[in-house]
């Protein structure tokens, strides 16, 4: 019986080659899609589940008053972790962590030169109860003595290879910060799925001293603490006491009235508020949209083969009808076309392996990811294959199944199954407009985010940001006097700005819009009460190579020390001044120095447009310069850069020359937007593409049913357009009636997206326009070829047998 149904199944679909072909494509896509979006919720929902404590670690983060609402911040004072093992001893375990991202690692070399390693991410400072919080496998050594003492050091694998060429690597020495660490243990490499992608951990009893200096007052994001909560306790009991710890703590310095709250290593991937190590995470509704998303191309795409299966169903009326009338049940047809179902889909998943690995390599390198479909060992992929195989199979074919079935024999033999007295025309009708209701929700969502990331683009920041090169400057070494620091920046950019091509020079601690932010309070004089702003120490020159408008006062002196202030026009709001010309002149304290403000500048952008312009001071302090900005003539690049270069490895030869243009930095604010856009673009096409098979599918559907018709219609004079007209008028009200219910909520979608940005488009009538056009233009190239070979056919052929 099996192998009967199977031939049959084949010679079917052999014998209806365009319509398997078609079934088949529409559901690789489907299918395909939702496995590669399957890959990329199941990869972030992976993110540190390998920890067997997981359930109890918990990161200590902070919550602060802002001038525009709540700060969130990941990072706590240095002298936390102390404070926290005394007051809180339900925690077994607490360790903290200070990483360095972009950081210089050597090798000292015997004979010659160190060998030197600009390291973007993998190297943090940490204490040896790190390893007895985290599943952190050690391969050689002793992972818990060797961060016990100063100037110890655990290793990877990787980097143990490509820093000594050899994987066991005890003993060896690298220098940080010119300081040496020796190797007292190597470690497994870290996953790819970790928030902590440490690859150097230098113990922190090397820097304790130097960073617990900063108390209380400062914060900074990359430092953070982790504990680990007793078994059996739970995590409520210890929130109940941080109010009271932060307030012991903190105190009356507490001005932005911070509060430390607790947050799960479970939630640590998706909670946008604060960062990770891994400068990665993704709330968990952006995962739920990607399983939307998957779900609906997967029914898109069933849809499809009802449509198409539906349509073909007139041709086979009398084949159903002769096998009813030599004795074949119903459940016998549907198991029949339920076979052919199955199969279309079996194919259709095997063919989607291929197109997802390919899909693959292109997401894996742009969406910075490490998917794999790899079915050894993940039995959920296994189910997940299996469950849409069945899912699909039974979506696509049930329904067409029970439609051919259910045909009367009498009716079937005479070939007369038509619009009239086959069932389900009405159903299909509202198939495809659920197609088209799914596509314009896409096209609305994409043009919005297009646009929105071209407002980023084009927003004018209230700053000059094309050609100008960025260099960061090295830290202040261990020994190095800070007037020969100075001096030797001050050098550097003389000796810059004496390039030909090079306009303007300046140094400063980061540019006008830049992801590096340094807060704190201030006073003002004749008001008692603190504020936040955001503080950058300038030199002379920042103001005139970033263009920064000046429109009261005058710029600050290019002196070493601070001689006066400069604030932006949000400073003066904050601080209740209507006329910001009022601040000229006010005395203005700022970590305990008391210097006038001597100009006003215009507004300008310091961070992405996700965020609020900050009250902003602009002072000079040659201590803490961190870059170096060269404004130049694009006519002179790359010569340029490479006498640029020489001039700083000559200044700094321990170093790694990098630059980086500062539009290019800014435009990785929007990255992740950037990428979603393109992401959902192509989710979006695919979307269409499928429907554009489902309205091909109504259309051969309409064409079938009204051969006769048209034939008729030619012989009376009917013209190719107005048979064209009548087929247009049928879809065009399956499209307005797809757009009106999808406009409204993509809509409010799009506007819950464009919350998240405090500048942002306006959704106005013209993108609610452009999709309809989009669609109705789609819709007419794909019904237009079906509809014009109808027309255009010899009514002699659709005629002959009256």
């Known amino acids: 019986m099996f192998k009967n149904y199977l031939k049959t199944a084949l010679r079917n679909l052999l014998h209806q080659k365009s319509n398997t072909v078609i079934n088949i494509a529409g559901l690789t896509l489907g299918i395909t899609c939702s496995l590669v979006l399957y890959l990329i919720v199941s990869y972030h929902n992976s993110f540190d589940t390998h920890h067997s404590k997981r359930d109890r670690i918990y990161r200590v983060v902070t919550e602060?008053?802002?001038?525009?609402?709540?700060?969130?911040?990941?990072?706590?004072?240095?002298?936390?972790?102390?404070?926290?093992?005394?007051?809180?001893?339900?925690?077994?375990?607490?360790?903290?962590?200070?990483?360095?991202?972009?950081?210089?690692?050597?090798?000292?070399?015997?004979?010659?030169?160190?060998?030197?390693?600009?390291?973007?991410?993998?190297?943090?400072?940490?204490?040896?109860?790190?390893?007895?919080?985290?599943?952190?496998?050690?391969?050689?050594?002793?992972?818990?003595?060797?961060?016990?003492?100063?100037?110890?050091?655990?290793?990877?694998?990787?980097?143990a290879i490509r820093y000594f060429g050899k994987a066991d690597a005890i003993g060896e020495v690298v220098k940080f910060n010119d300081q040496e660490f020796r190797v007292g243990a190597i470690m497994k490499d870290p996953p790819n799925n970790t928030d902590f992608p440490f690859h150097l951990m230098l113990s922190y009893a090397t820097i304790e001293k130097e960073r617990e200096a900063q108390g209380w007052n400062s914060i900074w994001s990359d430092e953070q603490c982790y504990f680990l909560l007793k078994e059996n306790l739970t995590i409520e009991a210890l929130q109940e006491r941080l109010p009271a710890f932060t307030k012991k703590h903190l105190g009356e310095a507490d001005f932005d009235r911070s509060e430390f709250l607790f947050q799960s290593l479970v939630d640590l991937h998706f909670d946008d508020r604060f960062d990770t190590y891994s400068y990665n995470t993704v709330p968990r509704m952006m995962l739920y949209v990607f399983g939307v998303i998957a779900a609906i191309l997967l029914i898109t795409a069933c849809i499809n083969f009802i449509n198409l299966a539906t349509a073909e169903a007139i041709k086979r009326s009398k084949e159903i009808g002769i096998r009813k009338t030599m004795g074949s049940t119903r459940s016998q047809l549907i198991i029949q076309f339920l076979g052919e179902t199955t199969l279309v889909t079996v194919l259709a998943v095997l063919l989607s392996f291929g197109l997802s690995q390919l899909l693959l390599s292109f997401i894996n390198p742009f969406m910075d990811l490490h998917l794999v479909l790899d079915f050894i060992g993940r039995i959920d992929l296994w189910i997940f294959v299996i469950t849409v195989t069945i899912s699909v199979s039974i979506l696509s074919g049930l329904y067409p199944a029970l439609v051919v079935s259910g045909y009367k024999p009498a009716l079937a033999l005479k070939n007369q199954i038509n619009n009239r007295n086959s069932s389900g025309f009405r159903v299909r009708k509202s198939l495809v407009v659920l197609q088209f209701f799914i596509s314009q929700f896409f096209i609305i969502g994409t043009i919005v985010i297009i646009q929105q990331i071209n407002f980023f683009h084009q927003k004018d920041l209230g700053f000059t940001k094309d050609a100008i090169l960025v260099l960061p400057l090295p830290a202040e070494r261990e020994g190095t006097a800070r007037e020969h620091r100075s001096s030797k920046q001050r050098t550097l950019r003389q000796e810059i700005s004496n390039l030909a091509g090079v306009e303007q020079v300046s140094l400063g601690s980061s540019p006008p819009s830049s992801g590096h932010i340094s807060k704190t309070s201030f006073t003002l004089e004749g008001d008692a009460k603190e504020y936040l702003t955001q503080i950058k120490r300038v030199d002379g020159n920042y103001v005139p190579l970033y263009n920064l408008k000046l429109f009261a006062g005058h710029n600050i002196a290019d002196l070493d020390t601070i001689n006066g202030f400069i604030v932006n026009e949000e400073f003066a709001r904050v601080t209740g001044y209507q006329s910001p010309e009022g601040l000229l002149g006010k005395q203005l304290t700022i970590s305990q120095k008391t210097f006038p403000i001597v100009g006003i500048v215009r507004d300008f952008h310091t961070h992405s447009l996700q965020n609020p312009i900050e009250p902003t001071v602009l002072f000079n302090n040659n201590n803490d310069y961190n870059t170096i900005a060269i404004k130049v003539n694009l006519k002179h690049m790359p010569a340029l850069v490479d006498q640029v270069k020489d001039i700083w490895e000559s200044a700094y030869p321990e170093e790694l020359f990098a630059y980086e243009f500062l539009d290019d930095s800014i435009r990785e604010f929007y990255e992740s937007e950037r990428k979603m856009a393109l992401l959902i673009s192509i989710f979006t096409s695919i979307a269409i593409f499928i429907g554009c098979l489902g309205l091909f599918g109504l259309a051969s559907f309409m064409t079938n049913q009204k051969t006769k018709e048209i034939g008729v219609r030619k012989v009376l004079g009917a013209s190719v357009e107005g048979i064209v007209m009548m087929f247009s008028r049928e879809y065009a009200k399956l499209i307005l009636i797809g757009f009106v219910l999808a406009a409204p909520l993509a809509g409010f979608a799009m506007r819950q997206f464009l919350n998240e940005f405090e500048y942002k488009i306006d959704i106005g009538l013209g993108i609610y326009l452009l999709a309809l056009i989009v669609t109705i233009l789609i819709a007419t190239i794909t019904v237009g070829y079906k509809s014009l070979s109808a027309a255009v056919a010899n009514p002699v052929k659709s005629l002959r047998y009256e």
């Not at 802002?66 to 077994?92: C, I, M, S, W």
């Not at 993998?122 to 599943?135: M, R």
């Open 64 to 159: 602060s008053e802002g001038n525009h609402g709540k700060d969130y911040q990941p990072g706590v004072p240095t002298v936390l972790p102390d404070a926290f093992r005394l007051d809180f001893p339900e925690a077994e375990e607490v360790v903290f962590t200070t990483y360095r991202s972009d950081a210089l690692v050597t090798i000292p070399q015997p004979n010659g030169p160190s060998k030197k390693f600009q390291e973007e991410e993998g190297v943090v400072f940490t204490e040896p109860s790190f390893l007895k919080i985290f599943d952190w496998e050690i391969v050689y050594g002793d992972g818990l003595k060797s961060l016990d003492d100063p100037n110890e050091a655990i290793l990877s694998q990787q980097w």
